[in-house]
């Protein structure tokens, strides 16, 4: 049977619970190991330029930065109790995330169609053997497709399409219990 390869240079701590308000930070509950596969988080910045006028010139003289986001990314799990409940939970856009009777048992109540999208907060925490600098505090972070894989000889990984509004700062140090 394939081994799935975790990679072991990051690991993502993740909020429980919804933004309150859209954009700002949630306290980080849960730690989620990535697979190596999934994508790292980074910002895309949306440009404004002057390509389409005529000015008879070959290139762009003016660009603005219209907005941040964050590039869609697919993140890539093992299949574990916590993990799909927090993954379904946010996708469903569920309240809250967490046990209803046992540790194993998840209750979604999803949300009203049409509803706002609830932010969730992501910090992607690089090992100490890379440049610590580099992590960041995502918010407003949403999940716009999840599902599971899995196949005869190797294990089931559960995956997450993320997106979100590019808001970010420079990660807090994470102490584990």
């Known amino acids: 049977m394939a081994t799935p390869r975790r990679d072991f240079l ?3 701590y ?6 309150a308000t859209y954009g700002t930070a949630e306290t980080l509950t849960h730690v989620m190991d990535p697979d190596l596969g999934s994508g790292l988080l980074g910002i895309r910045t949306s440009v404004q330029d002057d390509s389409d006028v005529c000015s008879g010139r070959e290139f762009p003289q003016r660009q603005f930065i219209m907005d941040n986001e964050l590039r869609p990314v697919r993140l890539s799990f093992p299949v574990t109790p916590a993990n799909v409940g927090m993954i379904f939970g946010h996708a469903l856009q569920s309240g809250t995330v967490g046990a209803a009777g046992s540790a194993y048992q998840h209750e979604y109540t999803p949300s009203v169609v049409n509803a706002v999208v609830n932010g969730w907060t992501i910090q992607e925490q690089m090992a100490a053997i890379i440049n610590n600098s580099s992590d960041r505090l995502h918010t407003g972070v949403y999940i716009s497709s999840c599902g599971v894989t899995a196949n005869r000889t190797g294990h089931a990984r559960i995956f997450a399409n993320v997106m979100g509004i590019g808001k970010n700062t420079a990660a807090a140090a994470v102490t584990e219990s």
């Open 10 to 12: 990051r690991r993502f």
């Open 14 to 19: 993740v909020s429980r619970t919804h933004e």
